[in-house]
């Protein structure tokens, strides 16, 4: 198993140098990620739609934050991403009284 981890790894090392230098080229990560991201954004929120508004923000940052990624594996920083995220639309929530006053 950590075999199959290292090379996916390493894969997307070298998926992530060429987004770097061709945003265009980000697709194959995005395709690798998209469901992953997807069913932990929906455990997280419960709804479909907030799951989908959730999953496409991760993309955006990422896409948008991927020249200064540097160290770690990407699928870790995508997780944190995720879950910066889903933190932050858990905080945009209006809160509901347990007891009506």
Aim: aromatic share 10%; proline share 6%; hydrophobic share 40%.
């Amino acid at each position: 198993m950590s075999g199959d981890r290292n090379e996916a790894n390493l894969a997307d090392q070298t998926l992530v140098e060429r987004a770097q230098q061709n945003p265009a080229a980000f697709e194959p990560l995005y395709d690798r990620y998209l469901d992953a991201i997807y069913a932990y954004c929906y455990r997280r929120l419960g709804t479909r739609e907030l799951a989908e508004d959730a999953t496409s923000q991760v993309f955006v940052q990422a896409l948008a934050a991927l020249p200064g990624y540097r160290a770690g594996t990407f699928r870790d920083w995508l997780s944190a991403i995720a879950r910066d995220v889903v933190a932050d639309l858990h905080r945009a929530r209006p809160t509901v009284p347990l007891i009506e006053p």
